[in-house]
C-alpha cells in the first residue's frame, strides 16, 4: 500500500530508508517548538498555545505537502517573518497581534492566487536575484541581532543606540556556552547540532540553578495537548484590510515566496525531483501546500509557516517521497504530549538558535555580484536596513525602489517590467506610509 502511494520504488527508496529520513529532518528542525513560542510570546500570545499552535502547524504543512506533492519536505513557522510579526509589526508598528495574524493571511491568501493563476513564476523572475539573495542575507542579519539580544550580549545605549553589555551574568555565561556547543557540533556535522544544543545548555543551567525544573521534578514529564483557544481563530482580518499595511502584507507574501522557491529549487535537486527538460515535478502543489498551511497556521494563531530547508538534512539520508514527511509530521504530533519540557527551556538557551540560522541565512551573501553596483547597492541597503529599521519590510522597501532607481539612471529604463514597477510603487508607498510622510500632510 505505502509503495502504491508514495511509488516507493519508482524513486529507489524503501520504507524504513524514508522513516529515517523523516525522524533526520524532524530532529534538525524542532527546534523552532522552542525558539517559535519564545519569540511571539513578546507580543501578548499565550506561551503554552503558541507551543500547540507551532507544532500544529508543523504538523499540517509537512502532512500535506508529503500527501499532496508526494516530497520529502518539512513545513513550521519561518524564521524571519517571526521575527518581522513580533518586532516589526506588533511592537513596531503597534499592531494588535490579531490584526498582525490577519495580515499572515491575507498574505498567504495572496501567495495562493498568484500561485493558481500561474503568476509565482513572473513575479521570481521579475526580482533580480541579487535582491532574494540580499532578503535572506539581511533576514539573517536581522535575526543574530535580535539572538545578541536575547543572550544579553549587546543592550541598548542612549547615545550609541547599541552597546557591549556590562559585566556579563550567569545567563550570558551560558548563552555564550549554547552558542559554543552549537557551534562545535555544526562544525563535527552533528545532526541536530541546534537541538541539541538547546537541551545541553538548558539542563547546563538547571544544574547551576538558572532554571526552574521545579515541574520536572515534580514528574511532570508527559500531559494532555495545551489549549490554544487563547489564540485559535483570533485573527482580525478587517484590521489588517488598511492602506498602511499593504506593504507588510506583500512583505510577508515576498520572503514566503524567495524563502519557498530557494528552499524547493536546492531539495529538489538532491532529492532527484527535476525531470529531464530540467523542470521541477509538482513545483505548483508544493507552493499549493504552502500557501495553504500559511493560511492555517494564521487561523490557529502562527506566522508564515514556509518550507524548511533542513529537509535537506533528511533528503541526504535517502529521503525521497512524501513518506518521509509523514513520519516528520506525525513526530511533532507526538511532540504535543511533551509541553512541559518544553516549557522550562529559557531564553539563554533558544537565542543562540537565532544566531546559528541568522549565520546560515547570511551566507547567500556569497552569491551576490558586488562588483557590479547596480547590484550591490540595492543588495547593501537591503542587506543592513533591516536590522538597523527592525524591519524586514522596510529593508526590501528600499532595496527594491534603489534597483529601479539605478536601472533608470543607467539608462536601462525598459528593462523595468511591468511587476517590477507595481512592486516599486507599493515598495514606495510603504516607505512613505512609514516615515510617516502623510501625517506630515
Given at each position: 500500500m505505502l509503495d502504491k502511494v508514495f511509488e516507493l520504488k519508482a524513486r529507489g527508496t524503501t520504507v524504513r530508508r524514508e522513516i529515517i529520513a523523516g525522524a533526520v529532518t524532524f530532529l534538525t528542525m524542532s527546534y523552532i517548538i522552542f525558539v517559535n513560542p519564545d519569540m511571539l510570546s513578546k507580543t501578548?500570545?499565550?506561551?503554552?498555545?503558541?507551543?500547540?499552535?507551532?507544532?500544529?502547524?508543523?504538523?499540517?504543512g509537512t502532512l500535506l505537502v508529503g500527501l499532496w506533492a508526494n516530497v520529502p519536505f518539512a513545513m513550521a513557522p519561518g524564521m524571519g517573518l517571526n521575527?518581522?510579526?513580533?518586532?516589526?509589526?506588533?511592537?513596531?508598528?503597534?499592531?494588535?497581534?490579531?490584526?498582525?495574524?490577519?495580515?499572515?493571511?491575507l498574505s498567504g491568501v495572496v501567495f495562493l492566487l498568484l500561485?493558481?493563476?500561474?503568476?509565482?513564476?513572473?513575479?521570481?523572475?521579475?526580482?533580480?536575484?541579487?535582491?532574494?539573495?540580499?532578503?535572506?542575507a539581511g533576514i539573517g542579519l536581522f535575526i543574530?541581532?535580535?539572538?545578541?539580544?536575547?543572550?544579553?550580549?549587546?543592550?541598548?545605549?542612549?547615545?550609541?543606540?547599541?552597546?557591549?553589555?556590562k559585566p556579563f551574568d550567569a545567563k550570558v555565561g551560558l548563552g555564550a556556552?549554547?552558542?559554543?556547543?552549537?557551534?562545535?557540533?555544526?562544525?563535527?556535522?552533528?545532526?541536530?547540532?541546534?537541538?541539541?544544543?538547546?537541551?545541553?545548555?538548558?539542563?547546563i543551567g538547571a544544574l547551576a540553578g538558572q532554571v526552574d525544573v521545579s515541574s520536572l521534578s515534580r514528574g511532570e514529564v508527559l500531559s494532555a495537548p495545551p489549549s490554544i483557544a487563547p489564540i485559535a481563530m483570533k485573527l482580525d482580518i478587517l484590521g489588517a484590510m488598511r492602506i498602511s499595511l499593504i506593504g507588510s502584507i506583500f512583505s510577508f507574501m515576498f520572503v514566503d515566496l524567495f524563502d519557498s522557491v530557494?528552499?524547493?529549487?536546492?531539495?529538489?535537486?538532491?532529492?532527484?525531483?527535476?525531470?529531464?527538460?530540467?523542470?521541477?515535478?509538482?513545483?505548483?502543489?508544493?507552493?499549493?501546500?504552502?500557501?495553504?498551511?500559511?493560511?492555517?497556521?494564521?487561523?490557529?494563531?502562527?506566522?508564515?509557516?514556509?518550507?524548511?530547508?533542513?529537509?535537506?538534512?533528511?533528503?541526504?539520508?535517502?529521503?525521497?517521497?512524501g513518506l518521509a514527511s509523514v513520519v516528520t509530521g506525525l513526530l511533532f504530533l507526538a511532540a504535543l504530549f511533551f509541553t512541559p519540557l518544553i516549557r522550562v527551556v529559557p531564553l539563554f538557551a533558544t537565542a543562540p538558535a537565532l544566531i546559528m540560522v541568522g549565520v546560515f541565512m547570511f551566507r547567500s551573501?556569497?552569491?551576490?555580484?558586488?562588483?557590479?553596483?547596480?547590484?550591490?547597492?540595492?543588495a547593501f541597503l537591503t542587506i543592513v536596513l533591516m536590522p538597523l529599521t527592525y524591519s524586514i519590510s522596510t529593508g526590501l522597501a528600499f532595496g527594491f525602489t534603489a534597483h529601479i532607481?539605478?536601472?533608470?539612471?543607467?539608462?536601462?529604463v525598459r528593462s523595468v517590467g511591468l511587476v517590477m514597477w507595481i512592486i516599486g510603487a507599493l515598495s514606495l508607498a510603504d516607505i512613505t506610509i512609514r516615515s510617516g510622510l502623510f501625517d506630515a500632510v
Open positions: 501578548g500570545m499565550d506561551t503554552d498555545a503558541l507551543i500547540g499552535v507551532t507544532i500544529l502547524a508543523a504538523a499540517f521575527a518581522f510579526f513580533t518586532y516589526t509589526l506588533v511592537m513596531g508598528q503597534k499592531v494588535t497581534w490579531p490584526e498582525a495574524l490577519g495580515v499572515v493571511f500561485t493558481l493563476v500561474g503568476a509565482r513564476e513572473k513575479i521570481v523572475a521579475a526580482i533580480p536575484l541579487s535582491l532574494r539573495l540580499a532578503a535572506a543574530t541581532f535580535i539572538g545578541l539580544k536575547g543572550i544579553g550580549v549587546i543592550v541598548d545605549h542612549p547615545e550609541t543606540l547599541v552597546t557591549l553589555a556556552a549554547g552558542l559554543a556547543i552549537m557551534c562545535a557540533l555544526t562544525v563535527r556535522k552533528v545532526r541536530g547540532a541546534i537541538l541539541i544544543g538547546i537541551i545541553l545548555t538548558t539542563v530557494g528552499t524547493i529549487v536546492a531539495c529538489s535537486h538532491e532529492a532527484g525531483l527535476i525531470d529531464q527538460s530540467g523542470r521541477i515535478g509538482k513545483i505548483n502543489r508544493m507552493l499549493e501546500a504552502d500557501a495553504v498551511a500559511t493560511v492555517f497556521g494564521a487561523i490557529l494563531g502562527t506566522s508564515t509557516t514556509t518550507t524548511y530547508i533542513e529537509s535537506g538534512a533528511g533528503i541526504a539520508e535517502g529521503g525521497r517521497t551573501i556569497r552569491k551576490i555580484d558586488l562588483s557590479n553596483f547596480c547590484e550591490a547597492m540595492p532607481v539605478l536601472t533608470i539612471a543607467a539608462g536601462r
